[in-house]
Structures are given as C-alpha cells and as structure tokens.
C-alpha cells in the first residue's frame, strides 16, 4: 500500500503542478489529473490493480498525504491501510488511517468522493495523435537540457524542430538572447511543424525515475510516457504559443 502511494504522489505532487488526484478502478486502476493551467494532462494506468482501492474517488491536497508518507513514524510497521464505509447503499473508501508500531500516533487522510471529484476534475480525454517523432532520450540529453534552461531563464517555452534528422530544442528567438542544442541526434521521423512547450513543466517530467519515451506530433501534441516499474505515467502536453 504504501508503496504505490509514494509512487503516485513522487509521479504528481512532486512536478509541482499536479495537486489533484482521481483514481479509478475497473480492471485496472487509472490514475488521472490536470494542471491547473491545462499545461500537463496525466493518464496513468499501474501494472497490477490495487486491491485496496475501490471505485472512483479522488486524492486531494497531496502535500498532507507525502508528509504523511514521509514521517518517520510510519517507517517501520506501521499499519497503512484504506477504510471503507457505505455511503447510499455502496461500499467507497474514504480515507487512509496511518497508525505507527506502538499504536499511539495515528492520522487519517481523507479522500474526496465521486461526484466531487468528478466535478472538480472533468477528464479532458485525450483523442491520440499520430506520433511524428518517438525516442528514449538520454540521461545525457536531459542534463543539457538543464544546462541550456538554466542559461536562458527568462524563457517559459522551448521550439522543437527536427533538422538533417537531429532533434533540435530552440530557447529565444532573433530578437533576444537565443540558443539551440540537439536534444536527440539520428531520429527516425520529422516534424513540419515548429511547436512550442513548456520549458519546467516538460523538464520537471524528464527529471522524474523510470523508462521514460517522448513522443512528439505534428498535430501540436507531446506526450512524455514514464515508466516507474509499479504504473506507466503518460503526460500529454498541448503546445503552447510563443
């Protein structure tokens, strides 16, 4: 349990702009959330169903639950585990009851219900897009990445472009300081079109552990797919303007 709540929070709350859960079960369980702003959509689905969660509900405030996860007192056997309760005639869960060994320091974490959830978070579905452009990048690629955003703080978006079958991020333009690196060298595929991202918001995705793909289209789509080994993390990033 505790394990695939750390894996959902360190793929949400630690980005920074994902601070609203809704978790689905079916046959599998489907994590979903937005940015505030839209910049990020999140499908998630994890490679075995979690038992312990039930139906739809959401996760909100996510800053309590990690502090909950990081406090020493749950550290060794403590008792993590999902309550449910009936709620017009359905058994939901409604909250995570933390108890340490000792049994003398406790929290519970509340979860927020389906239709509140649902309300607050209206999925924006995500049609699919034909990828012009997929790759694993490269520890290597992503460190330059950090060293060319650094240089060019001032800029909130980056230009992709393939070129003689490199892919090139572009910072700037004509009319301020600029510069450009090969984020990825011998792609298969091209871009016609020249589409700009969100320089933290795709950096803060690159820096997260796992497998990680990058998929670009030319319909003016990314997708950054995350592979932790417990879920696959697919953030979906429209592009923005300039």
Known sequence: M????????????????????????????????????RSVILSATTHSAVEEFVGTFGMPNLDKLNLHLKNPE????????????????????????????????QNDYRFMNKAIIEEKLKSVKFKGADWNVEFQPSVASISRMKLQSAAH????????????????FYFGDESTHAGSF???????GALKQSWSWPVSQ????????GDITMSISDQGAMQISVDS???KYDYILPAQSK
């Not at 795709?202 to 552990?209: A, F, M, T, Y």
């Open 229 to 231: 080994g417990m879920a």
């Open 74 to 105: 749950y550290k060794d056997n403590a008792k993590i585990e999902v309550v449910q309760a009936e709620r017009n005639g359905e058994t939901v869960p409604t909250h995570i009851h933390f108890e340490n060994a000792a049994g003398d320091f």
């Open 202 to 209: 795709v950096q803060s995705i690159l820096n997260l552990d």
């Open 182 to 188: 090969v984020f990825q060298h011998d792609i298969e």
């Open 153 to 168: 703080s001032e800029e909130t978006v980056f230009t992709v472009k393939t070129e003689d079958g490199n892919l090139v």
């Open 2 to 37: 505790k394990d695939i709540l750390q894996d959902i929070v360190a793929h949400t709350h630690s980005l920074g702009f994902l601070e609203l859960v809704k978790v689905t079960n079916d046959d599998d369980t489907v994590i979903e959330s937005m940015a505030e702003d």
